[in-house]
């Protein structure tokens, strides 16, 4: 498990909604990783591949370890048991790109649009092209943070993608933007 695998697109003083849920006992996830919530509505990670908006339900903002990562900061301290989400409906941005699903891939101007899913590999997250799902790809920034413009030549090192994610838990549906 890396940190900070995806984290939000901040362009100016753009800040990005979070919101808190119970933690799972078990839950073992570092910031920026993809998270659900389960049948109780408490976070954890999210499976190791997200082809589809009802497999995710946001970025994690906090990590649910401890400190020194040994355990879960709720089986030290039952009072903290709360976590925070940037929840799908947002800008993020991942530099972890594959176009094969396996290994690691160059982004473009021309992937701009496509839709792609996330995918645990070696436990890094990847957005991946290979196969569609809860993203789209909305730029692709240089090695400055700046917007590539089409149709200028050269390949990207961050990828800023819209998270289209929806999550249920029984009757409840939680949208990813605000109604």
């Given at each position: 498990m890396a940190a900070n695998d995806i984290m939000p697109y901040q362009e100016h003083s753009q800040s990005h909604r979070r919101v808190a849920f119970d933690l799972n006992d078990s839950a073992a996830f570092r910031v920026g990783e993809p998270v659900e919530l389960n049948a109780s509505g408490e976070v954890i990670e999210a499976a190791s591949a997200l082809t589809t908006a009802t497999d995710i339900f946001g970025i994690a903002?906090?990590?649910?370890?401890?400190?020194?990562?040994?355990?879960?900061?709720?089986?030290?301290?039952?009072?903290?048991?709360?976590?925070?989400?940037?929840?799908?409906?947002?800008?993020?941005?991942?530099a972890?790109?594959?176009?094969?699903?396996?290994?690691?891939?160059?982004?473009?101007?021309?992937?701009?649009?496509?839709?792609?899913s996330l995918q645990l590999i070696s436990d890094v997250w990847y957005l991946d092209i290979n196969a569609a799902g809860p993203c789209r790809i909305m730029a692709v920034l240089d090695v400055n943070g700046k917007p590539m413009q089409h149709p200028q030549a050269g390949?990207?090192?961050?990828?800023?993608?819209?998270?289209?994610?929806?999550?249920?838990?029984?009757?409840v549906s939680l949208p990813a933007t605000p109604a």
């Open positions: 903002a906090e990590d649910s370890l401890a400190v020194d990562g040994s355990t879960n900061r709720r089986s030290l301290d039952a009072a903290d048991n709360m976590v925070t989400v940037w929840p799908g409906g947002q800008l993020f941005k991942t972890r790109f594959t176009i094969d699903g396996t290994n690691a891939g160059t982004p473009t101007q021309l992937h701009v649009g496509d839709s792609a390949t990207g090192v961050w990828v800023v993608f819209d998270l289209v994610a929806t999550e249920n838990i029984g009757n």
